[in-house]
């Protein structure tokens, strides 16, 4: 049965592609499976998915980049100063002009440490300073190495939570991308289907016009001697009139899908397209707990439930930190000298030390930390309960599709078994009219039916299909291979 139906819809595209070859060379017939694979390479939304993905992807590369030692070179040529100043003498302070020139050249190379949340550092710069009085005095001041480390003690780690949440973001985002390809297939195939619905409409419109042109000829026939009262003539050749008008909206309705579709694959205007109808999807009865259990390993939102009590909890962890005893550590271990001549600045260096113990200590703040911890936690409790209850809708939701999708088989070949009785009762309706056995009112009532049935089968085809691409989607599971969905993310333009 179902593949009598393959062919009558295939022989409905071939009728209606006829005489467009006949007008025009540059007719391209598609199947469901050229339209989403077009729809997948060039369509705007997955144009608008591989631009989300790569602003992701490039977003990590920026999380990991900020692990890697940095190498930075700062340089002052020059800087001019002309002003008068308060100066310093063995007699006391006074008001004196000064004009000097100042360079300087730095290399440091720095590196986050993610475990402490501090940061190492090791530079080297070369100052310079040129004072302009009655002759120029030039003094340089070198550092040739310095070591040292930056390290707050008991403060918020922002590089933790980072290495726990960042992962998880491009993951989910690996996951969304695919989630927002199979989108583009429900999106093809719902344009595939409304404008295979319409061109079918439209051969249907001219069969029944060819039918009822044959019927009125045959009908007048009849008048003229006799046979039929005119009440029904004019029954008939009202048929044939609401035929043409039906003939004229089908062609304009698969005027506007055909252009809608193109749109959606920017297919070039003057391309002709004609559809050929699918079967229904290969897929075998899909159990329920095998599509909520991939879908819980698969699907972006299982990855983004698990990131959002990360950074609720990272929140938590921040109001409690930065609103209590605090100290930063800061030590600096180099060597330096000095001189006027540039020949000896790197001769015979000094070592020089640093270090700075800072400590924050709050003692009155009128409850302001205790509230924002309490903040912090009702958040992350209103957080949780969120995920809580949208588990069980995700599950639930999974459930649902599958019991519509296993319900659509059954409704597709209940549409399929409808469509060729109503066909055959058509016939048969027809073969009884021409013979006199029956009215018009019970050819047109045939004839209605047929077309609904018709249009209904492609319908049915239609929601299974969508059905089918909704439940990947879900699971990012291929039922049909018995896999999980696999893209190498490479491919897409811009990310390696």
């Known amino acids: 049965m179902k593949i009598y139906k393959i062919l ?127 002759s120029v005095l030039t003094s340089y001041l070198s550092s040739p190495l310095n070591i040292g480390i930056s390290q707050p003690l008991f403060n918020y780690n922002p590089f933790k939570w980072a290495k726990k949440v960042e992962p998880l973001r491009y993951n989910e985002a690996e996951r969304r991308y695919l989630e927002d390809v199979e989108q583009v297939s429900i999106n093809a195939s719902s344009l595939f289907f409304s404008l295979l619905d ?95 259990s991939e879908a819980r390993e698969n699907r972006s939102d299982a990855l983004a439930f698990e990131r959002r009590m990360i950074v609720a909890e990272s929140a938590v962890n921040k109001a409690k930190t930065e609103n209590r005893f605090n100290a930063n550590l800061y030590a600096v271990y180099g060597l330096t000298q000095s001189t006027s001549d540039f020949a000896g600045v790197y001769k015979n260096p000094q070592d ?11 003692i009155l703040d009128w409850g302001l930390t205790r509230g924002k911890i309490k903040l912090a936690e009702s958040d992350r409790d209103l957080e949780r309960t969120a995920v809580q209850q949208q588990m069980i809708d995700f599950d639930q939701e999974i459930f649902l599709k599958v019991m519509q999708f296993n319900m659509q088989r059954n409704q597709l070949a209940i549409a399929a078994k409808s469509d060729t009785v109503a066909v055959k ?37 239609s929601s299974y299909w969508r059905s089918y691409y909704e439940l990947r989607k879900l699971t990012l599971y291929d039922f049909v291979a018995g896999r999980r969905i696999l893209f190498n993310f490479e491919d897409v333009p811009d990310v390696n």
Do not use: C
């Open 8 to 134: 009558l819809l295939t022989a409905f595209a071939l009728l209606a592609y006829a005489p467009a070859k006949a007008q025009n060379n540059n007719v391209r017939m598609l199947s469901l499976a050229d339209v989403v694979e077009i729809a997948k390479r060039q369509s705007p939304d997955a144009l608008s998915a591989q631009h989300r993905f790569r602003s992701s992807y490039w977003q990590f590369r920026n999380y990991k980049a900020g692990f890697m030692p940095m190498l930075t070179l700062d340089g002052t040529l020059p800087s001019l100063s002309r002003s008068i100043e308060k100066i310093t003498t063995p007699e006391g302070d006074i008001f004196s002009e000064r004009n000097l020139a100042s360079y300087s050249a730095g290399l440091s190379l720095t590196k986050n440490i993610g475990l402490t949340g501090g940061q190492i550092f090791l530079n080297s710069d070369l100052q310079r300073i040129d004072l302009f009085k009655d």
């Open 425 to 461: 009762r058509y016939e048969v309706t027809k073969q009884r009219y021409l013979i006199g056995k029956i009215g018009i009112i019970d050819l047109n009532l045939a004839q209605t039916e047929k077309d609904n049935a018709q249009q209904g089968y492609i319908s049915a085809l």
């Open 352 to 362: 020089q030390q640093r270090l700075v113990l800072g400590l924050q200590i709050p």
């Open 198 to 292: 319409a061109q079918i409409r439209l051969k249907i419109q001219q069969l029944n016009l060819a039918n009822n042109d044959t019927l009125f000829q045959i009908a007048r026939g009849r008048f003229n001697i006799g046979t039929i009262a005119e009440n029904e003539l004019l029954q008939i050749e009202l048929s044939l009139l609401n035929a043409r008008s039906a003939v004229e909206s089908a062609t304009l309705e698969v005027q506007m899908k055909t252009f809608s579709l193109k749109s959606f694959l920017r297919l070039p205007d003057e391309m002709s397209i004609e559809l050929i109808a699918p079967p229904g999807p290969e897929a075998p009865v899909i159990d329920a707990q095998l599509a909520v």
